[in-house]
């Protein structure tokens, strides 16, 4: 079973700010909360991983509560292109990735 | 740039055929992973592989096998394929190893239609 919980989907206008929420409130204290998407009719594509502090990178920002029971993604000037399905995951005890059913993001004009 | 790839995008089979998905990265990672993934269920673990001959069962192998004889290459096997094996399979590596942190690379899918 997935270890996180992501509402299934979401809206936001073009050129706003994208913010994911997820939840992992039975995440181990040395276990990465991962971020992927995936776009229509492709593989997963990985976004932004993290532990303890927030993380940024190019595509995006992610920010973990302290007591780490949840977590956002944040795309910061939400495309078009951005519109796809997105994962938060932690790792399953054989070190696989354990997808949940997502966030199914449209970014609207 | 680093790749997994995955030999067709698109594959038709009848049913109680033997079918072969190829999967082959370039980036010398230990792990690989098939999953498949269905409208609502998401992706869902086939088998993994840590290294060359190594397999491990997932949360769904019935019906299916793997052979890895070589580290860039892995193969997901229907044995004798079944409509209720038409799905997107997915292969991905990663670099494996004692850290805690892997990210994954995942090719781009087989849609295989099982009629």
């Known amino acids: 079973d997935a270890k996180t919980t992501q509402p299934p989907s979401m809206d936001c206008a073009e050129g706003r700010a994208a913010n994911l929420p997820c939840n992992h409130s039975?995440?181990?204290?040395?276990?990465?909360v991962y971020w992927y998407r995936q776009i229509h009719s492709q593989g997963p594509q990985y976004i932004i991983h993290?532990?303890?502090n927030n993380e940024t990178n190019e595509m995006a920002s992610l920010i973990i509560t302290e007591d780490r029971k949840s977590s956002t993604l944040i795309l910061p000037h939400a495309t078009l292109r951005d519109t796809a399905v997105y994962y938060c995951?932690?790792?399953?005890?054989?070190?696989?990735?354990?997808f949940g059913k997502g966030t199914k993001l449209s970014v609207k004009p | 740039d680093v790749k997994v790839t995955q030999s067709s995008r698109y594959l038709v089979k009848r049913t109680g055929e033997k079918v072969f998905l190829e999967c082959v990265q370039d980036m010398d990672h230990e792990n690989m992973f098939w999953y498949r993934q269905d409208p609502g269920l998401g992706l869902r673990l086939i088998y993994f592989s840590y290294d060359v001959k190594m397999k491990e069962k997932g949360d769904i192998p019935e019906g299916y096998s793997v052979s890895r004889e070589k580290k860039e290459r892995f193969s997901l096997i229907l044995e004798s394929a079944s409509t209720n094996q038409t799905s997107m399979y997915l292969c991905a590596s990663n670099p494996g190893g004692g850290g805690m942190y892997t990210e994954a690379f995942f090719g781009q899918g087989t849609r295989l239609t099982v009629v």
């Open positions: 039975t995440i181990s204290g040395n276990e990465y």
């Open positions: 993290g532990l303890k």
């Open positions: 995951i932690v790792k399953g005890s054989q070190g696989n990735l354990i």
